[in-house]
């Protein structure tokens, strides 16, 4: 059964960097498409960085872009979302999100097939 585990969430004051994982377990890792979202209390899910295999291709969100780097190790079957800078604006749960089947590096939720629990990120001011 394929499970998307995130971790590396937490407190960290403005200005200072968290990285997240997330970690894909129960299947092989070839070509797929790995996409971080967030939702802040009372707003909308946000698409904020993506990956594709398919083509190498990656995507991040004008509101990040700069400041986030997304990356993998297929070794370790993990993505890794890397986010310096960090402002108040950036708190909110994140979620990964993988696609087997579409798998581009699109920053909407429905074309990705798997999501994680999600692991929280608070930037305190």
Not at 99 to 119: D, H, K, M, N, P
């Amino acid at each position: 059964q394929l499970q998307l585990v995130e971790s590396g969430g937490g407190l960290v004051q403005s200005g200072g960097s968290l990285r997240l994982s997330c970690e894909v377990s129960g299947f092989n890792l070839d070509y797929y498409a790995i996409g971080w979202f967030r939702q802040a209390p009372g707003k909308e899910r946000e698409g904020v960085s993506c990956l594709s295999t398919d083509d190498e291709s990656t995507y991040d969100a004008d509101s990040v872009k700069g400041r986030f780097t997304i990356s993998r190790d297929d070794d370790k079957k993990t993505v890794y979302l890397q986010m310096n800078s960090l402002k108040s604006e950036d708190t909110a749960v994140y979620y990964c999100a993988a696609s087997f089947i579409v798998r581009l590096c699109v920053l909407w939720g429905g074309a990705y097939e798997y999501w994680g629990q999600g692991t929280p990120v608070t930037v305190s001011s």
